[in-house]
């Protein structure tokens, strides 16, 4: 089992940043792709971005696309950030990580991610 760790999470005003981070452990072999997902209140999970950690290839869904950067933690193994910038209201939901270790993809889709990967609790964001 894996266990991700996610941080930096809070409440900022509009038109502030957090950094949130996600940590797996540096022992775990095979995690080729780790993705950053949104809930916002009343609504069901959604792919904010995901990025294969064998060459920091990042992928961004469209409504994330200019504000929020995913990144990899270049000295530390599996553990990647989501910098979000100029947050709006509408940003405000339990942002969670999750690693892949299935198989090769890192999808960009929503659904294709599942309980057979690797998910972390969650970490509160309120923009106000």
């Known amino acids: 089992h894996v266990q991700l760790v996610e941080s930096g999470g809070g409440s900022v005003q509009a038109g502030g940043s957090l950094r949130l981070a996600c940590a797996a452990p540096?022992?775990?072999?095979?995690?080729?792709?780790m993705g950053w997902f949104r809930q916002s209140p009343g609504k069901e999970r959604e792919v904010v971005a995901v990025?294969?950690?064998?060459?920091?290839?990042?992928?961004y869904a469209d409504s994330f696309k200019g504000r929020f950067t995913i990144s990899e933690d270049n000295a530390k193994k599996n553990t990647v950030f989501l910098q979000m910038d100029s947050l709006r209201p509408e940003d405000t939901g339990t942002y969670y990580c999750a690693a892949r270790l299935i198989d090769h993809s890192c999808p960009l889709v929503t659904d294709y991610w599942t309980q057979r990967d690797y998910w972390g609790q969650g970490t509160q964001v309120t923009v106000s």
């Open positions: 540096e022992y775990s072999s095979g995690i080729q792709c």
């Open positions: 990025i294969y950690t064998v060459n920091g290839n990042a992928l």
